[in-house]
Nanobody, 131 residues
């Protein structure tokens, strides 16, 4: 499995910005690092964990949930094994614990959106947006 550690959460006013980071470290397979998609999910109190964004290993494929399109941007630096989520124009409804997740075993353009397709998860970072 891949170990994931998120950072960058906090309290921000509506309309503000935050940048989340997720550092990955993990197993190799036959001496080669596995290619894995990195995604972000979030979970608000009393709600299911939901998909936010994903980027494939190649960086060519990205998906976002509709409510964050044009406001959030996912990026990754494979040399640093880190994925980022730049969040702009934040809204109170973005308040949640944000989780980083890794999904391996697919092609370099693999970018799953289903929670069950991810086998490694971070512990999460709290994002609170005040109105």
């Amino acid at each position: 499995q891949v170990q994931l550690v998120e950072s960058g959460g906090g309290l921000v006013q509506a309309g503000g910005s935050l940048r989340l980071s997720c550092a990955a470290s993990g197993r190799t397979f036959s001496g080669y690092a596995m290619h894995y998609a990195l995604g972000w999910f979030r979970q608000a109190p009393g709600k299911e964990r939901e998909f936010v964004a994903v980027m494939s290993w190649s960086g060519f494929i990205t998906y976002y949930r509709d409510s964050v399109k044009s406001r959030f941007t996912i990026s990754r630096d494979n040399a640093k094994n880190t994925v980022y989520l730049q969040m702009n124009s934040l809204k109170p409804e973005d308040t949640a614990v944000y989780y980083c997740a890794a999904s391996g075993g697919g092609s370099s353009n693999y970018a799953p959106q289903a929670r069950d397709d991810y086998e490694s998860w971070g512990r999460g970072t709290q994002v609170t947006v005040s109105s």
